[in-house]
């Protein structure tokens, strides 16, 4: 089965609060059982980018996909965290100008 193409994309990035790197790490593990359930989300990665710098990269095939997930579980989850496990993250909309494609 081939893989959906995806034209737009999400790249989200935060800071863990001092000592709750393993609770952002816990939290990303439970985002991934929230996204499984967006059929539209069709690439999605949970990033460690340092010992508490943390990020979650995810894909579309168009942009009333990205919004969907942006206003689903995950967007709201991420909310909800905000001063309790991380600090605001930065949440930059991005284009896909070309990708390798899963088989």
């Not at 737009?8 to 996204?35: I, S, T």
């Not at 359930?37 to 009333?64: H, Y």
């Not at 991380?86 to 949440?91: A, C, L, Q, V």
């Amino acid at each position: 089965m081939a893989a959906s193409a995806v034209t737009k994309a999400l790249l989200v990035r935060f800071d863990a609060l001092p000592g709750r790197e393993a609770d952002v790490e816990d939290f990303l593990n439970q985002g991934l059982a929230l996204v499984e359930q967006e059929p539209k989300t069709v690439r999605w990665f949970a990033l460690r980018f340092g010992p508490s710098s943390f990020g979650i990269f995810d894909a579309f095939p168009d942009d009333e996909a990205r919004q969907v997930h942006l206003n689903g579980a995950v967007g709201k989850a991420l909310g909800e965290n905000i001063g309790k496990l991380f600090k605001e993250p930065t949440i930059e909309a991005v284009d896909i100008v070309a990708e390798k494609v899963p088989q």
